[in-house]
């Protein structure tokens, strides 16, 4: 199946700096999303992105959609410590009916921030 | 709107028995979920179902069946549980594909 390189696997740092992560990929994705994981809960919707080089912003978190559509990376701005977690980036392909199947996932960025 | 929600939270099962994991999504989508998530892994994808009546595999189907009789359903069936099954199972659902899949809550399965 395809794989998706995250990175990095853990970031520490100090709140009020910005944070910037990434995923990379073998594979041609349609659709990049970014998710984040408190403990013990399910995966929480982010960003959705579905144009190559397409640009979104939510609040302080700005992704982005590479050109080859092989990597997206996700910025968050003036960490907060709210912003623990764990970030994961997931995408997806069309298939051969027109539809998509299930997300791929990266094995998630850790988020730790030092008041 | 409860969104999706899955039961149970936690249960331990002993080598070879099977049980049921039920996920159940208010939000009339189409489109449902399971993965299972390793721990310091990303999730991955078991089944899913385009529709009621329709289902498919995903990338680690070995082990577990799904049945999807109803929109608001999708039951992950384990029937002859083993050790490599002791992970935490996500639910989730979307509209159409692509787009947006929310999550539930989980599921943490051990085998013992």
């Known amino acids: 199946g395809q794989q998706l390189n995250q990175s990095p696997q853990s970031m520490f740092i100090q709140e009020g700096e910005d944070v910037s992560m990434n995923c990379t990929s073998s594979?041609?994705?349609?659709?990049w999303l970014w998710y984040k994981q408190d403990p013990g809960e399910g995966p929480v919707l982010l960003i959705a992105?579905?144009?190559?080089?397409e640009l979104t912003s939510n609040g302080r978190l700005t992704a982005q959609f590479g050109i080859t559509r092989k990597d997206s990376f996700l910025n968050i701005s003036a960490s907060i410590p709210s912003d623990v977690g764990i970030y994961f980036c997931?995408?997806?392909?069309?298939?051969?009916?027109?539809?998509?199947?299930?997300?791929?996932f990266g094995k998630g960025t850790h988020l730790i921030i030092q008041p | 709107n409860a969104g999706v929600t899955q039961t149970p939270k936690f249960r331990i099962l002993k080598i070879g028995q099977s049980m049921t994991l039920q996920c159940t999504q208010d939000?009339?989508?189409?489109?449902m979920y399971w993965y299972r998530q390793d721990p310091g892994m990303g999730l991955k994808l078991i089944y899913y179902?385009?529709?009621?009546?329709?289902?498919d595999k995903g990338e680690v189907p070995n082990g577990y069946n799904v049945s999807r009789s109803t929109t608001e359903d999708f039951p992950l069936r384990l029937e002859l549980a083993a050790p490599s099954q002791t992970s935490v199972y996500f639910c989730a659902s979307s509209y159409a594909s692509p787009n947006e899949q929310f999550f539930g809550p989980g599921t943490r399965l051990t085998v013992l």
């Open positions: 992105l579905y144009k190559a080089g």
């Open positions: 179902s385009v529709g009621a009546g329709i289902t």
């Open positions: 939000m009339n989508h189409n489109y």
């Open positions: 997931a995408g997806q392909l069309y298939n051969s009916g027109g539809g998509a199947d299930g997300l791929t």
């Open positions: 594979s041609i994705f349609n659709t």
